[in-house]
Each structure stands twice: as structure tokens, then as C-alpha cells.
């Protein structure tokens, strides 16, 4: 059985989102991809030598300065990586060379959660959207295409993984206490109510065996 467990943080200012693109204990070659969201354009470190090997600037390709670049995340062997550009509904995907090759449209995309084994990104809504839609995008990786929104039965769809297996997703909301289990297989879906205030859920974290997963409200 999966146990939930619950962190409250103070957020004063978030400005960027990591993530390593390489699936390897070393740190050769490896690439954090940072979203510099003030200012539509995003860093590329090198995790070894911890500088900024190249600089993506989304007005130069064809974005505004309201992109607002949000979450990245990459392939495991990092032949590509994704970012949501909240200012422009979009997620797009960049290869090894950070060159654009393909993206597709979503209202107010926010997190994204890779799934390990079949061809899909999983993409829910931005927290800072006003009023954002009430599900969470499938997209297929090697295409781009939107090939469904779930719905979530709740507002504010925002904290998002995928169980290390890939069978189930997990979404939860900003303003009611509540966590929809989205059996990746089968479609179905199961919600889950939890006591108290309101949690404000932001992100989940799943243990690599599967068993326990954390969550910042």
C-alpha cells in the first residue's frame, strides 16, 4: 500500500526548476536544465564543472517575454528534454543540442512526469493560472500531439508523478484536499479526500521502490 506523507513549506520565491538529463551515476555529460521563468529564457548547466555551458532565449525562438518557462524534464538517456511555457500554452521539446523540434498546445501547462516505459508525457496546470481547466494532458512524446485531457473532478490540478512503474499517475489539488490515482493501464480513476484544512498541494515525490510517496503543501 502506498503511504502518503505530508511536508508544509514556506515558498518565499521559486525561480527556477532543475532537472539532470542524463540517467547515470556520473556526472560526466550530465545537464540541468533551468527555467528562468522572469525572463522566458532558460540555463543549461553542466553538472561537473557547475557552469552555464549554453543560454536559451525564447524570443529569439518566436515566443514573448511573458513565455514564462516553467518545469523541465528530460529522457532518461537524455536524447530530449520538455519544458511548459505557462505565457504561451505550450510544452515543447528539445533534443541533445537544445534545437526545438517539436511542441504542442495546452491551456496553462505546469508540471510535467515522464512516463518510463510508454510514449507519453503527463502535464498538469500551472498554480498560477486564475482558473485553469480541470484535468491534466497526455501528449505523446515522439510526435508531440495531444492525445487527451483527464479529467480531474477537482480545481486546480497541479502536484503530479508517475509511480516508478509507470502504472499509475497521481494528481492532487491547490485548493481542495484531494488526490485523484489515475491507473495509467486500464484509464480508470480513483479519488481520494483527505481531513483538515486545505493542504494546498504542490508537488509529490515517489520513493524508487514505490511504496511511499511525499507531498509539499
Given at each position: 500500500m502506498l503511504r502518503v506523507l505530508f511536508v508544509t513549506l514556506v515558498l518565499v520565491g521559486i525561480s527556477a526548476n532543475l532537472l539532470i538529463g542524463q540517467d547515470d551515476t556520473s556526472v560526466e555529460n550530465q545537464r540541468i536544465y533551468v527555467c528562468n521563468q522572469g525572463e522566458a529564457t532558460l540555463s543549461v548547466i553542466?553538472?561537473?564543472?557547475?557552469?552555464?555551458?549554453?543560454?536559451?532565449?525564447?524570443?529569439?525562438?518566436?515566443f514573448s517575454a511573458n513565455a514564462k518557462p516553467h518545469h523541465t524534464v528530460a529522457e532518461p538517456d537524455g536524447s530530449y528534454w520538455y519544458v511548459t511555457l505557462i505565457g504561451e500554452n505550450r510544452v515543447l521539446k528539445f533534443n541533445r543540442d537544445n534545437e526545438?523540434?517539436?511542441?504542442?498546445?495546452?491551456?496553462?501547462?505546469?508540471?510535467?512526469?515522464?512516463?518510463?516505459s510508454a510514449d507519453k508525457l503527463i502535464v498538469g496546470r500551472s498554480m498560477s493560472a486564475v482558473?485553469?481547466?480541470?484535468?491534466?494532458?497526455?501528449?505523446?512524446?515522439?510526435?508531440?500531439?495531444?492525445?487527451?485531457?483527464?479529467?480531474?473532478?477537482?480545481?486546480?490540478?497541479?502536484?503530479?508523478?508517475?509511480?516508478?512503474?509507470g502504472k499509475w499517475t497521481f494528481i492532487a489539488s491547490?485548493?481542495?484536499?484531494?488526490?485523484?490515482?489515475?491507473?495509467?493501464?486500464?484509464e480508470e480513476t480513483e479519488l481520494t479526500t483527505l481531513d483538515g484544512d486545505n493542504h494546498v498541494f504542490v508537488d509529490?515525490?515517489?520513493?524508487?521502490?514505490?511504496?511511499?510517496?511525499?507531498?509539499t503543501g
Open positions: 553542466d553538472v561537473e564543472s557547475n557552469e552555464i555551458v549554453d543560454r536559451i532565449d525564447l524570443q529569439k525562438l518566436g526545438l523540434v517539436g511542441q504542442a498546445k495546452m491551456e496553462v501547462p505546469g508540471l510535467l512526469a515522464l512516463h518510463p482558473n485553469p481547466p480541470q484535468s491534466i494532458g497526455i501528449i505523446n512524446r515522439s510526435d508531440m500531439t495531444l492525445q487527451k485531457e483527464v479529467p480531474t473532478f477537482f480545481a486546480r490540478p497541479h502536484a503530479l508523478t508517475i509511480t516508478p512503474n491547490l485548493a481542495e484536499n484531494q488526490i485523484l490515482s489515475l491507473n495509467n493501464e486500464t509529490f515525490a515517489i520513493s524508487p521502490d514505490g511504496n511511499t510517496m511525499v507531498v
